[in-house]
Antibody, heavy 124, light 107 residues
Framework: EVQLVQSGAEVKKPGESLKISCKGS????????VAWVRQMPGKGLEWIGI???????????RYSPSFQAQVTISADKSIGTAYLQWNSLKASDTAIYYC??????????????WGQGTLVTVSS | DIQMTQSPSTLSASVGDRVTITCRAS??????LAWYLQKPGKAPKLLIY???SLESGVPSRFSGSGSGTEFTLTISSLQPDDFATYYC?????????FGQGTKLEIK
């Protein structure tokens, strides 16, 4: 069974850096695309970006225009883990961040498995 | 980029009711649409993909239809476990966007 396990909740101050993780397990997980989704308090879902775990080439990373240059998505294929990183957090980054696997079904791109979410709180 | 507009934002209904949620796209997107259910404090759960394909394990009271720019999610007979927030999603190889969500409340 496919599982995505995310790192634990974080409390940070504005200006600090942060890297959260999403580790997948299950058959052939290293060859899937993994997306990151933000949910601000009481709000809806926002797609941040997506990365292919099967190759470390940056050609296989895409960002929503709304998040480009705001965050960095990376991955370690050897351990089947995707990361979401901030260099300088803002209070407005306070949210739950979900990772999700993009389905391997050809010509379909929905998210079939989700992590449990990581709550990031940024407060002085 | 394609924008998704869901309606209504809030829907009040009773157990046993038939309800429909609509998602409209700013431009035609074939059938590249999924529906998710999210309960408070939980991750979203996939219900429907490819506009009308039921995800494995999802009850048959859930159904999806539509193509192009207008899509609907129908729950044929509401159960207590169905009261949650529902999101539509347009997907493509390198771009995803969600509707703003529909909160389904108990009347």
């Amino acid at each position: 069974e496919v599982q995505l396990v995310q790192s634990g909740a974080e409390v940070k101050k504005p200006g600090e850096s942060l890297k959260i993780s999403c580790k997948g397990s299950g058959y052939g997980f290293s060859n899937f695309w993994v997306a990151w989704v933000r949910q601000m308090p009481g709000k809806g879902l926002e797609w941040i970006g997506i990365i292919y775990l099967g190759d470390s080439d940056t050609r296989y990373t895409r960002y929503s225009p709304s998040f480009q240059a705001q965050v960095t998505i990376s991955a370690d294929k050897s351990i089947g883990t995707a990361y979401l990183q901030w260099n300088s957090l803002k209070a407005s980054d306070t949210a739950i961040y979900y990772c999700a696997r993009q389905t391997p079904i050809m010509d379909l791109y929905h998210f079939d498995f989700w992590g449990q979410g990581t709550l990031v709180t940024v407060s002085s | 980029d394609i924008q998704m507009t869901q309606s209504p934002s809030t829907l009040s209904a009773s157990v046993g009711d038939r309800v429909t949620i609509t998602c409209r796209a700013s431009q035609s997107m074939s059938r590249r649409l999924a529906w998710y259910l999210q309960k408070p404090g939980k991750a979203p759960k996939l219900l429907i993909y490819n506009a009308s394909s039921l995800e494995s394990g999802v009850p048959s009271r859930f159904s999806g239809s539509g193509s192009g720019t207008e899509f609907t999610l129908t729950i044929s007979s509401l159960q207590p476990d169905d009261f949650a927030t529902y999101y539509c999603q347009h997907y493509s190889p390198f771009f995803h966007t969600f509707g703003q969500g529909t909160k389904l409340e108990i009347k």
